[in-house]
């Protein structure tokens, strides 16, 4: 183990990507610290699915289980906190954290996770992950052959709406403000008997995050079982881009195909650097950055 401030390698997030890069350093006998925050994207969805051997499974459970694991191995330390600060030294990195303590590592692993920010609706925060949804994918059999509204416009709303058009045959566009649909795509969504309302939303009503009504600006209302929509994000962390690593035009973390970023030595893995959005995929880029950390570290003495 190294000293307590001094570690082979920082990993900022420690949700699925980070555990997954730890578990695989941890068994590379390189000495690690986990930074978390403790706010993982899906905390709030009851169930998680479309993961094989956890499918069904709540997040927090996968995770507690998967931390049980990385921590069998004493070479991974964990530590609630929140990462505010990144500078480059001579030998590697130093973070520093909210509580003020300051962390020195050779190599350092972004794992941090996106924002989701979301729309000024009320009631849509307290329904998202439960009943006002963003994959189909991970939610949509559960909400098979019911009604189901895309609150979307324009091609993110014409893209979701050909997905789950398979799932159920009772489905309304929500684009709160004028279509923006071509005439082809227009004319394929009335093929599918798919309904536009354009009507303004003010609130989604729901009784402990399962939706009853959308709620329009002229009172209307009408009801669903589940709504579709897709929201806008951000980085949670300003260290990548304070300490050079590039964005790409979405606003995910740049990265190679193993997971290495613009900067030597700094990796990224998970959400914050891919629009593939799953437990799975989180886990297996977590996998590729741990072993390509451990390689980078081997080159660099072997
Ligand atoms: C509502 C919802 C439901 C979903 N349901 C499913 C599903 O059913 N099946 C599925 O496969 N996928 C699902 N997903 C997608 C899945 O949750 C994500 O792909 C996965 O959580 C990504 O893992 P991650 O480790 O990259 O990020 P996250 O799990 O979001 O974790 C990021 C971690 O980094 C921490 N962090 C961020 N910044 C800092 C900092 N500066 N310092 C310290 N810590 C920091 C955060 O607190 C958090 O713990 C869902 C997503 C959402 C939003």
């Given at each position: 183990?190294?000293?307590?401030?001094?570690?082979?390698?920082?990993?900022?997030?420690?949700?699925?990507?980070?555990?997954?890069?730890?578990?695989?350093?941890?068994?590379?006998?390189?000495?690690?610290?986990?930074?978390?925050s403790?706010?993982?994207?899906?905390?709030?969805?009851?169930?998680?699915?479309?993961?094989?051997?956890?499918?069904?499974?709540?997040?927090?459970?996968?995770?507690?289980?998967?931390?049980?694991?990385?921590?069998?191995?004493?070479?991974?330390?964990?530590?609630?906190?929140?990462?505010?600060?990144?500078?480059?030294?001579?030998?590697?990195?130093?973070?520093?954290?909210?509580?003020?303590?300051?962390?020195?590592?050779?190599?350092?692993?972004?794992?941090?996770?996106?924002?989701?920010?979301?729309?000024?609706?009320?009631g849509?925060?307290e329904?998202?992950g439960?009943?006002?949804?963003?994959?189909?994918?991970?939610?949509?059999?559960?909400?098979?052959?019911?009604?189901?509204?895309?609150?979307s416009?324009?091609?993110?709303a014409?893209?979701?709406?050909?997905?789950?058009n398979?799932?159920?045959?009772?489905?309304?566009?929500?684009?709160?403000?004028?279509?923006?649909?071509?005439?082809e795509?227009?004319?394929?969504?009335?093929?599918?008997?798919?309904?536009?309302?354009?009507?303004?939303?003010?609130?989604?009503?729901?009784?402990?995050?399962?939706?009853r009504?959308?709620i329009f600006?002229?009172?209307?209302?009408?009801?669903?079982?589940?709504?579709?929509?897709?929201?806008?994000?951000?980085?949670h962390?300003?260290?990548?881009?304070?300490?050079?690593c590039e964005?790409?035009?979405?606003?995910?973390?740049?990265?190679?195909?193993?997971?290495?970023?613009?900067?030597?030595?700094?990796?990224?893995?998970?959400d914050?650097?891919?629009?593939?959005?799953?437990?799975?995929?989180?886990?297996?880029?977590?996998?590729?950055?741990?072993?390509?950390?451990?390689?980078?570290?081997?080159?660099?003495?072997f």
């Amino acid at each position: 183990m190294a000293d307590k401030n001094n570690f082979d390698v920082i990993i900022i997030g420690g949700s699925y990507a980070g555990l997954s890069s730890a578990m695989a350093l941890g068994r590379s006998m390189r000495s690690v610290l986990i930074i978390d925050s403790g706010l993982p994207c899906n905390r709030q969805t009851p169930h998680s699915h479309n993961f094989i051997t956890q499918d069904g499974v709540k997040p927090s459970e996968i995770e507690d289980k998967a931390k049980t694991q990385v921590l069998k191995y004493d070479t991974v330390r964990f530590l609630n906190d929140l990462a505010i600060n990144g500078k480059q030294t001579e030998s590697g990195f130093a973070i520093t954290t909210k509580t003020g303590e300051t962390f020195l590592s050779k190599k350092l692993i972004f794992a941090t996770g996106i924002k989701d920010i979301m729309p000024d609706i009320k009631g849509f925060s307290e329904c998202w992950g439960i009943s006002v949804i963003h994959c189909p994918y991970c939610h949509g059999y559960e909400f098979r052959n019911q009604k189901t509204g895309i609150l979307s416009n324009g091609e993110k709303a014409f893209h979701v709406t050909s997905l789950v058009n398979n799932l159920t045959d009772n489905i309304t566009i929500l684009t709160s403000g004028k279509a923006e649909f071509s005439a082809e795509q227009t004319a394929k969504l009335d093929k599918h008997n798919i309904r536009i309302v354009e009507k303004e939303i003010t609130e989604i009503e729901h009784e402990k995050g399962q939706i009853r009504n959308v709620i329009f600006k002229d009172s209307s209302k009408m009801s669903f079982d589940a709504v579709y929509s897709s929201v806008p994000f951000e980085q949670h962390s300003d260290i990548p881009v304070a300490l050079g690593c590039e964005l790409t035009e979405q606003g995910y973390i740049k990265v190679d195909n193993f997971q290495k970023t613009t900067v030597k030595g700094i990796f990224a893995c998970g959400d914050n650097s891919t629009m593939m959005r799953s437990v799975a995929y989180a886990i297996a880029s977590g996998g590729i950055t741990g072993s390509m950390t451990n390689k980078e570290l081997t080159d660099d003495v072997f």
